[in-house]
């Protein structure tokens, strides 16, 4: 029986093989059918890292504006407000959650 199924053996050894990798290519962690949901992912991602630049730009621009050669007194006097909670009695303030 053995000597009838050996001529067959490395053809059904490639077959399982090659089903393997086939099986791992479609459902695997990095397989064809997840690659929507890393599409998504990575748009997320992408928006996340815009919305972080945008945000690291506008510190950038008011650490600038706090430096010594170039101080503005607006922005100071914002700053020193919030943090100290200083205002002037003609000024109407509105606190809001950070």
Do not use: C, N
């Not at 000597?3 to 490639?14: D, G, S, V």
């Not at 695997?28 to 945008?54: D, F, N, V």
């Amino acid at each position: 029986m053995l000597a009838a199924i050996r001529p067959y053996l490395p053809t059904a050894a490639l077959f399982g093989l090659i089903l393997y990798f086939v099986f791992h290519g479609l459902t695997g962690e990095l397989g064809w059918m997840l690659s929507r949901q890393r599409q998504l992912q990575q748009a997320q991602l992408h928006e996340k890292l815009k919305r972080t630049r945008q945000e690291r730009m506008d510190l950038e621009a008011r650490a600038r504006l706090l430096r010594d050669a170039s101080l503005s007194k607006d922005l100071l006097e914002e700053r020193a407000r919030s943090v100290l909670g200083f205002a002037d009695p003609k000024d109407y303030v509105v606190r809001l959650q950070p």
